[in-house]
């Protein structure tokens, strides 16, 4: 006869209005994501945050960050997988600890088998775009379409002169980076449009750069042409920034400064690359994903979820914009897909045949 499974036994513990010392190591290793460490977490004010820990043996099953607000809890990392199971186990653990709560939160996160949580909605408001990265660069490679692929090594062998260097953030100092930033600030301009990044995403962003980061530079015949910022939690690294001089656009320096910082992550043993969210259709040519990220809420019981009729409508009015903005980006990337491929075929079948090739139908 065979012995029946032993439950599992998680043994869980709060700090009240405490971040342990242990935490932010927990949370790159757990999680691997850029907003649920404390790096990021950081940049804002952490006074007040409670900590939640769920053991299993001697390993961290769980680690959650949270802030109560009268009768909420909402947890402050964000951009993580969470599993349905897991989430149920802190709801029922934070609704014993705190009397008095009846809402815990979560924003933006990747919510796994929710068929095991009870008393929940879950909306997808954001996303996040990530390529899982094989072992070798060939295997990466040979996931690219050929167009891709041929163009990203065409410019690397034509382009005389180009060099392309990485150093770890804490060796960077702001002007450098402040010099990259100036690229995004003159292509914006020259779209004329406002760049994102101000002076304290400028801030933000050497912060990140010295506790995480690594930039890699293109220079070409000693002149800095392109370059970018990314960090790395646990396996994954996330891009923040990759911007090149526009009047050198006809290089291609911004795809071509991308591709290169994927490879050095591969060799640096990496498993993802995040491109986070927005403009996916100029990402999933390098092999990216979407991932739809959710609001999460959890009730104590349906009552607080009646009360909360407001904030519900509020959230479906967030995910229906979000979802008709990503349908909209499909369709029209599919439109100008098809529109290219019969340009390809059109101008392909007309040259000699010893003429044909991709070179001059991909374009930045």
Known sequence: MSKPNRPEIYHPRFYDRHIPSFAEAALDQ??????SSIPQLGLYSLQDISTYVE??????????????????????NQGMQVDGAAVQRFADAIFQHEPGTNRLCFHSVDLIK??????????????DSVIDLPHTESDYLATLGRSLRQSMQSRLKR???????????????????ERIIAFNHARMLAKQRYSAIDEAET??????????????????????????????????????????DPSMNKLGLGKLSRHLMILEAIRSGARRFHLLGGY???????????????????YRGRLGMVKDAASLLQLLLQSLDYRLRTFIEDHKSEATNRLQRSL???????LPRHQRSVRGLWRE
Request: charged letters at 20%; glycine letters at 6%; hydrophobic letters at 40%.
């Open 30 to 35: 757990r999680y691997g994501s850029l907003f």
């Open 55 to 76: 053991w299993k043996e001697s390993i961290i099953q769980e680690l959650f960050l949270y802030r109560r607000d009268k009768n909420h809890i909402t947890v402050i």
């Open 114 to 127: 929710h068929h095991q949580l009870q008393k929940k909605i879950f909306l997808p408001i954001s996303e």
């Open 159 to 177: 382009t005389q002169g180009l060099k392309h260097k990485t150093f770890p953030g804490s060796a960077v100092d702001a002007q450098l980076l």
């Open 203 to 244: 801030k933000r962003l050497l912060t990140l750069a010295h506790a995480r980061g690594v930039v890699g530079t293109i220079e070409i015949n000693d002149k800095l042409c392109a370059g970018s910022l990314v960090c790395r939690f646990g396996d994954d690294i996330f891009s923040l920034l990759n911007a090149h």
């Open 280 to 298: 996916f259709n100029s990402k999933r040519p390098f092999g990216a994903r979407r991932i739809p990220l959710c609001t999460l809420l959890v």
């Open 344 to 350: 390809s075929i059109s101008k392909v079948s007309v």
